[in-house]
Nanobody
Framework: QVRLVESGGGVVQTGGSLTLSCSAS??????MGWFRQAPGKEREFVAG????????SYSDSVKGRFTISRDVTNNVVHLQMNNLKPEDTALYYC??????????????????WGQGTQVTVSS
């Protein structure tokens, strides 16, 4: 059982920056991801990274603005978010998993989820 704890959410103005962090109890999975869910919408993929080689992937909506990174010494994954927009407002979830043959951009690729941290971008 992997326990995930997110931190770093908050309220920021349009154009501002925030860094989210996800602390994992262990690195027994191959993949880490960030998803988000806005009120009334489905949970959507934001970014993913592999523990091993650090391969990254991003959704089109955040590419060029968000950067995912990992700290293998401390089992922490970060999501640096720049140039934030009101449409980035959502509850952000950290996830761990990595099943062979399942895209890292899909929810079912992940077995463990954190409780989420709220990001609010004011206009």
């Amino acid at each position: 059982q992997v326990r995930l704890v997110e931190s770093g959410g908050g309220v920021v103005q349009t154009g501002g920056s925030l860094t989210l962090s996800c602390s994992a109890s262990e690195r027994s999975t191959s993949l880490m991801g960030w998803f988000r869910q806005a009120p009334g919408k489905e949970r959507e993929f934001v970014a993913g990274i592999t523990w091993g080689r650090g391969h990254t992937s991003y959704s089109d909506s955040v590419k060029g603005r968000f950067t995912i990174s990992r700290d293998v010494t401390n089992n922490v994954v970060h999501l640096q978010m720049n140039n934030l927009k009101p449409e980035d407002t959502a509850l952000y979830y950290c996830a761990a998993g990595g099943s062979s043959g399942i895209s890292s951009r899909t929810l079912r690729a992940y077995d463990y989820w954190g409780q989420g941290t709220q990001v609010t971008v004011s206009s």
